[in-house]
């Protein structure tokens, strides 16, 4: 039963962007246009070897860096199996996501008259139990893999955290993190130190003053008494309101058996001037923001923001009224250094297209540029200038704007460079094809375009093919990668995804060419090294 809901998982929600750096070897499925190939054959290629030829080269991760200075791709509501208010939960939505290297995955645990449920609370959603889920997550955790962060939201009291600890710790046994790890030191912890382990991110309330029965202030660094616009929302993370009376509930504490499983992750909502703090105790804090929350501090706070994450982890959650499971902009927040942008995996949307596009082909964990981590140095290539031109010949086997066989329809490719200095766009001509029933219509357009822009080593590129039509123009098919990873100077023949992530059989002939345009200043600076390094050499 569980294997089957598994395949089904896969064959509704699984996605096939591994083909842009894993291309099918079978290509016998696969047809392109007679326009396509006389055009690869006047170019000496052979379409056999673009075919199974990768598009992009994944990047080697490196390990050793301390754990605030990677992004991670990350699940919310990890759990569903459909939309927030009405859904099923279960435990094989998270092999789903663990088995497409998600690295944080969500719990939602609520007690039950039948034990320890997890479910999406206030809503219709139904439960699975919280013991199936924590062996659905250990048994995806192999001994190489990079680590696992789990973020729980407890709304269990403190008497029946003893019980949800038992099972945590019976079902994840050493691979568990429970406490500091012996030898290493507090802020040099790596991944390479956590290989093949869970680290469970814990709500963390401080301690109560003395006399007030207030919970203490982080340590302030900062005079400043200016109200800060990032303070949290009074919601929580499924957009239920919170109760305005006043009072603590119950579920808002938690036991200190439970608080030290979160060692590395003490989670904390951000209160007034959290920006500003200087975060001592607790060691390890984690602040835990709506993208709402952030959202009121840009761009103005872009600086703190990124200071701050050098620091500290961050984890960004989708708003509460996203119950369609849409998601936000995960660039938005990896450019201020969060961590952590967690989405709705439900569907492949632009938020999911770019977090595959980030993540794709490596261990789910990927280095921040230079200038966002910890020790962050002037990396000359963060100055560098760039010109990229590119072609696009055509597309084979378009297949029909919404299942429309046979039908004639006119359509046209979006280019789209996401860039921190304001994304840019590109617009080919429109053209009327005609779907061939069980090959898909070809369109051919022969065009080209460049684009010039700053050094950004986060920078995505994005082709979409759109119908022309009257009203809201239909998206069919799109391509989505990394600039840093995507093949440049050679003709590629981009696997182009339908709008739920799967291979459409679809294939798009571009050439991308990337010339640096500050070879001068750049030249002198290797020069001013080398003399540097002899005068060095010679004293």
């Known amino acids: 039963m569980a294997e089957d809901l598994q395949d089904e998982l896969i064959h509704v929600y699984g996605v096939n962007t591994k083909y842009n750096y894993e291309p099918p070897q079978d290509i016998s499925g696969i047809r392109l246009s007679p326009e396509i190939l006389a055009f690869i054959e006047k170019q000496d290629e052979s379409p ?34 459909s939309r927030q208010i009405i859904g099923r939960a279960s435990a094989a939505s998270y092999t789903h996501v663990l088995s497409r290297n998600g690295r944080c995955v969500e719990i939602d645990v609520w007690p039950s008259s039948k034990g320890l449920v997890v479910t999406h609370g206030h809503t219709f959603s ?29 709304h269990v009291d403190v008497s029946g955290q003893e019980e949800l600890v038992r099972v945590l710790k019976e079902a994840w046994g050493e691979k568990l993190v429970a ?18 382990r869970i ?4 709500e963390y309330y401080p301690p109560a003053a003395t006399g007030t029965g207030e919970g203490q202030e982080i340590e302030d660094s900062s005079s400043s008494s200016s109200s800060d616009s990032g303070e949290e929302e009074p919601y929580d993370e499924g957009g239920v309101k919170a109760a305005a009376t006043g ?49 009121a501090l840009l761009p103005v706070s872009m600086p703190a923001l990124i200071s701050h994450s050098q620091k ?6 989708p708003r509460g009224t996203r119950i369609q499971s849409s998601n936000p902009d995960p660039l938005k927040y990896w450019r201020n250094g969060s961590q952590v942008v967690s989405l709705n995996w439900q569907v492949y949307d632009r938020g999911m297209q770019l977090n595959e596009a980030m993540f794709v082909g490596g261990p789910g964990w990927v280095l921040k540029p230079p200038h966002l981590r910890r020790r962050s140095d002037d ?28 039908k004639s329809f006119s359509t046209y490719v979006i280019a789209k460079l996401f860039h921190s200095s304001g994304d840019v766009e590109w617009h080919s001509k429109t053209v009327k094809t005609i779907d061939v029933v069980g090959e898909g219509a070809d369109v051919f357009w022969k ?9 950004d080593e986060l920078a995505v590129i994005r082709l979409m093919a759109y119908e022309n039509e009257f009203g809201i123009d239909d998206k069919i098919v799109v391509f989505c990668a990394r600039m840093d990873e995507l093949i440049t100077d050679s003709w590629l023949l981009l696997p182009m995804l339908d709008m739920k992530g799967k291979s459409s059989g679809a294939t798009t002939l571009a050439r991308f060419n990337l010339e640096r345009t500050d070879k001068h200043r750049y030249l002198h600076k290797l020069n001013q090294k080398a003399t540097e390094l002899l005068k060095k050499l010679k004293v």
């Not at 030829?53 to 509501?77: K, R, W």
């Not at 997550?137 to 939201?153: G, M």
């Not at 680290?199 to 814990?202: A, E, K």
């Open 126 to 154: 139904k439960g699975v139990s919280f013991e199936s889920v924590c062996v659905a997550i250990i048994e995806a955790v192999k001994p190489d893999s990079w680590p696992v962060f789990v973020s729980l939201e407890c």
């Open 247 to 295: 009072k603590k509930h119950d579920h808002s504490r938690i036991s200190p058996e439970l608080a030290e499983l979160g060692y590395y992750a003490r989670s904390m909502k951000p209160s007034k001037g959290w920006l500003e703090r200087l975060m001592i105790d607790p060691l390890h804090a984690l602040i835990n923001i709506s993208e709402s929350a952030c959202d």
């Open 199 to 202: 680290l469970l991110m814990v």
């Open 447 to 455: 065009e080209e375009w460049e684009w010039e822009y700053d050094n």
């Open 379 to 406: 990396d000359d290539d963060r100055h560098a200038k760039w010109r990229l031109k590119c072609e696009l010949v055509g597309i084979s086997s378009l297949p029909p704007p919404n299942g429309r066989k046979g």
């Open 312 to 317: 500290h982890l961050r984890r960004i959650y």
């Open 48 to 81: 056999e070897k673009l075919l199974r030829h990768p598009v992009i080269e994944p990047q080697e991760v490196d390990d050793s860096f301390p754990i605030t200075d990677y992004f991670i791709s990350s699940s919310h509501n990890t759990y569903l199996l």
């Open 179 to 196: 406490g500091p790890l012996k030898g290493v030191a507090d802020d040099e912890v790596s991944p390479a130190h956590l290989k093949g």
